[in-house]
């Protein structure tokens, strides 16, 4: 993926770890990200410099999440996808209004890395549709066509097993 700025990724979070947490993942990813610990400092970088994706939590001081979403959807439209990363507000119906708001996605925090990722990767894929499978390594393409063919994980993961016989299974790394 192009490391340019019109492939940044806006991470809005007043917890810094969490904002650290969240470049770092994407960072290792092949994205640039710029992080703002306020609402209004997520709507100064928006307009200084159009993001690919803003990530956005809803519990911020001064303006809320869903204040800057909406700020947003002003400014640039439903092209610029959103997604809410936030631990408060994590009831089914708070997903669900989060989404008729209209954010593009409500992910919960804790999350699990491997699925931050991969939302990420579907909300930009979606909001540019004649991109191909990009950022994506060639062993996250080869597990992806494993479940395509309609294997199981434990299956997958026994292949794997048999390819790198001097790794453990995880579940006997596990219990060892």
Same mark, same amino acid.
């Given at each position: 993926?192009?490391? +340019?700025?019109?492939?940044?990724?806006?991470?809005?979070?007043?917890? +810094?770890?969490?904002?650290?947490?969240?470049?770092?993942?994407l960072g290792q990813a092949g994205f640039?990200?710029?992080?703002a610990a306020t609402g209004e400092e997520?709507?100064?970088?928006?307009?200084?410099?159009?993001?690919?994706?803003?990530?956005?939590?809803?519990?911020?001081?001064?303006?809320?999440?869903?204040?800057?979403?909406?700020?947003?959807?002003?400014?640039?439209?439903? +092209?610029?996808?959103?997604?809410?990363?936030? +631990?408060v507000r994590t009831d089914h119906l708070?997903?669900?209004?989060?989404?008729?708001?209209?954010?593009?996605?409500?992910?919960?925090? !804790?999350?699990?890395?491997?699925?931050?990722?991969?939302?990420?990767?579907?909300?930009?894929?979606?909001?540019?549709?004649?991109?191909?499978?990009?950022?994506?390594? !060639?062993?996250?393409?080869?597990?992806?066509?494993?479940?395509?063919?309609?294997?199981?994980?434990?299956?997958?993961?026994?292949?794997?097993?048999?390819?790198?016989?001097?790794?453990?299974?995880?579940?006997?790394?596990?219990?060892?």
């Open positions: 993926m192009s490391r +340019g700025l019109e492939n940044t990724v806006l991470i809005v979070d007043d917890d +810094g770890r969490v904002r650290a947490l969240m470049t770092r993942l640039v990200t710029r992080e997520a709507l100064a970088a928006a307009r200084e410099q159009k993001p690919r994706l803003v990530l956005l939590e809803i519990s911020l001081p001064g303006l809320s999440g869903y204040e800057v979403l909406r700020e947003l959807r002003d400014s640039f439209g439903e +092209g610029l996808p959103v997604a809410f990363v936030t +631990g708070d997903r669900v209004a989060g989404l008729l708001l209209g954010a593009d996605d409500y992910l919960v925090k !804790p999350f699990s890395p491997d699925e931050f990722l991969a939302r990420v990767r579907a909300l930009l894929r979606r909001s540019r549709p004649g991109e191909d499978r990009a950022g994506l390594t !060639p062993r996250e393409l080869d597990v992806l066509r494993l479940l395509a063919q309609g294997l199981a994980q434990d299956e997958i993961a026994e292949r794997e097993d048999g390819r790198h016989p001097h790794r453990a299974h995880p579940r006997q790394a596990r219990c060892a």
